[in-house]
């Protein structure tokens, strides 16, 4: 079992920049790929980043390519999503997630959901 608790949203200007960190605890965090989704107000959850277990392979979504970053420190439980020239269209509530493989996370298998944090853009 593995839980995962999202940090680091807020309210930030169009231009600007966050980082997200999720700590897990649990079993064997450093097993697990590892991934951030988002959920604006009437839409679907959507896939943002993933990073592999070993952090070497990382996945992104179109719309947030060259601005987010995704790492993991594994040492510390943790993974981060580091996010610039946020747009306001990037608002929603972030989640973390936790499966077993990055491809996994990109095909929306998850094992593990943190309860969200709120990223709010003002334009």
């Known amino acids: 079992q593995v839980q995962l608790v999202e940090s680091g949203g807020g309210l930030v200007q169009a231009g600007g920049s966050l980082r997200l960190s999720c700590a897990a605890s649990?079993?064997?965090?450093?097993?697990?790929?590892m991934g951030w989704f988002r959920q604006a107000p009437g839409k679907e959850r959507e896939f943002v980043a993933a990073?592999?277990?070993?952090?070497?392979?990382?996945y992104y979504a179109d719309s947030v390519k060259g601005r987010f970053t995704i790492s993991r420190e594994n040492a510390k439980n943790t993974v981060y999503l580091q996010m610039n020239a946020l747009k306001h269209e990037d608002t929603a509530v972030y989640y973390c997630?936790?499966?077993?493989?990055?491809?996994?996370?990109?095909?929306?298998?998850?094992?593990?959901w943190g309860q969200g944090t709120q990223v709010t853009v003002s334009s």
């Open positions: 997630a936790a499966s077993w493989s990055a491809e996994a996370i990109v095909a929306r298998g998850i094992m593990y």
């Open positions: 649990g079993s064997a965090f450093s097993s697990h790929a």
């Open positions: 990073v592999s277990w070993s952090g070497d392979s990382t």
